[in-house]
């Protein structure tokens, strides 16, 4: 009734995988915050350069976001 299969050492690969892939990523997005904020502690970056900073760093996320979306359906699609 219900497919039950044991998770393989491949899938825990697959996992443990994502698992660091995401690990890294928190650490490089909140090096780069904490960056930010001590150079703007120590007085190397005003409020104008760390506002444009910010904007290029959302405007990277919405391309990317924008890019991904195309890419997730065209993975998803029965026509190949």
């Known amino acids: 009734m219900f497919d039950t299969r044991t998770p393989t050492k491949t899938h825990l690969y697959y996992i443990v995988g994502y698992g660091l892939r995401l690990y890294v990523t ?3 997005v909140a090096g780069v915050y904490s960056l930010l904020w001590v150079l703007e502690l120590a007085g190397y970056l005003n409020e104008t ?3 444009a900073i910010w904007l290029a760093i959302a405007a990277m996320g919405t391309v990317f976001l924008v890019l991904l979306i195309p890419l997730f359906y065209s993975s998803r699609s029965d026509r190949r």
């Open 26 to 28: 928190c650490l490089t």
């Open 49 to 51: 350069t760390i506002a």
